[in-house]
């Protein structure tokens, strides 16, 4: 198979993954609707989102604001690097750039804490070029084709949480979804002159509403439990002021554990399920959506000190399955991390730093080109950068 033969056919597999939503799709993670970050805070991905339900910073627990003990800020930048591979064909590369979740959270005596975040639910953000042979009149033309996608989901959350005692809490949160996705498809020739090129673009929003609720509790020092759930009313898709399509926002419940009885370490895990299948109206017949798992264990380790600076050592393992299938097929995805917390300040700020190894696997998938079905692998390398504040 020549080069220009092989990279047109790849051209065709990553272009024609999911139809469905749009006439290209750059990758296996960012199916369908997006790629679920997970809403986990740079200490979640670090831990391979096993603190997730204990973690005030991720915006999963609506009971966890009452963990920090004062006022907070925070933000989160995560970019990934992501290439996919079809064996005897080649590979694509890209880069995508996220800020995946922010907030504030306010401590009012010793019994009340209120919380507000922002975080990416679904992120749509990719890119794909190629060029292409494409016969005008008489003449033999090479064009470039640039298909673009940009947006995502956001989850806007207000939580409320009350400890009823010192050592149980339990919260309540609203959501708020909210977002765009905008496609842009662009084919220009080298020729301007003679062949115009062509632009086509579209836009679509989304919005939803939710509820959710929690709760933690610590047992004899060495336990913490934390169990949450969210469902949700009707999440509909909108071109200007004309409703496209509507359905209903996925449950999601998950519990976590930490045990603390080992000197400086503590150990996590946590499992969570999201009913991803109610989003299926929201698309066409083309979109297959999954409900998934998501299961992850992880330890937070004390590492070396620096002056009066207590480094934090963190390694995690994850394994779900996301929740937009790439024709028809599910796609899985591993991952290991690791990371290190760093305070900036004494008991005022900490900067957390995560990096996780990720492989997604659809299996065979069959596309244009490829008759007998091609197993397309994809890999990726996030990184996670989070800072929190106490003023």
Same mark, same amino acid.
């Given at each position: 198979m020549s080069r220009t033969v092989r990279h047109f056919a790849l051209a065709c597999l990553v272009c024609t993954l999911a139809p469905g939503v749009a006439a290209g799709q750059g990758n296996l993670g960012t199916q369908g609707f997006g790629y679920p970050p997970g809403q986990l805070s740079a200490r979640g991905l670090a831990t391979g989102g096993a603190v997730g339900e204990i973690d005030p910073q991720s915006a999963i627990n609506p009971a966890t604001p009452m963990l920090w003990g004062a006022t907070v800020l925070f933000g989160q930048y995560d970019p990934e690097f992501r290439r996919v591979d079809v064996p005897g064909t080649g590979s694509a590369r890209t880069m995508?750039?996220?800020?995946?979740?922010?907030?504030?959270?306010?401590?009012f005596g010793s019994r009340v804490a209120a919380g507000l975040n922002v975080s990416t639910w679904l992120d749509r953000t990719w890119s794909t070029q190629f060029d292409y042979e494409q016969v005008i009149g008489t003449d033999t033309v090479t064009g470039t084709n640039v298909i673009t996608?940009?947006?995502?989901?956001?989850?806007?959350?207000?939580?409320?949480?009350?400890?009823? %005692?010192? $050592?149980? /809490?339990?919260? =309540?949160g609203g959501h708020f979804f909210t977002g765009e996705n905008r496609f842009i498809h662009q084919q220009?020739?080298?020729? %301007?002159? $003679?062949? /115009?090129?062509? =632009?086509e673009t579209s836009n679509v929003t989304y919005g939803g509403i939710g509820i959710s609720a929690g709760f933690e509790a610590r047992i004899r020092r060495i336990w913490q439990i934390a169990a949450s759930a969210r469902t949700g009313g009707d999440i509909t898709s909108q071109s200007g002021d004309t409703t496209l399509t509507t359905a209903r926002v996925p449950l999601r419940y998950g519990a976590g554990v930490t045990y603390f009885g080992l000197q400086g370490a503590q150990l996590s895990a946590r499992a969570a399920f999201e009913e991803w299948s109610s989003l299926q109206p929201l698309g066409s017949d083309d979109v297959t959506a999954f409900d998934s798992w998501d299961f992850g264990i992880g330890a937070d380790v004390t590492g070396p000190r620096i002056g009066r600076?207590?480094?934090?050592?963190?390694?995690?393992?994850?394994?779900?399955?996301?929740p937009f299938g790439a024709r028809g097929q599910k796609v899985e995805e591993t991952s290991f991390s690791g990371g290190l917390g760093i305070p900036i300040s004494v008991d005022r700020a900490m900067l957390d730093f995560g990096i996780a190894r990720a492989t997604r696997d659809a299996g065979s998938v069959t596309a244009p080109g490829f008759p007998g079905g091609v197993d397309v692998g994809e890999s990726a390398y996030i990184l996670s950068f989070g800072i929190r504040v106490r003023p």
């Open positions: 995508i750039a996220r800020f995946p979740g922010a907030g504030v959270s306010f401590l996608s940009e947006g995502s989901i956001s989850d806007l959350r207000v939580a409320l949480a009350y400890a009823i %005692t010192p $050592r149980i /809490s339990f919260g =309540l220009t020739f080298p020729d %301007t002159v $003679r062949f /115009s090129g062509m =632009l600076r207590l480094i934090m050592v963190r390694l995690g393992a994850r394994h779900r399955t996301l």
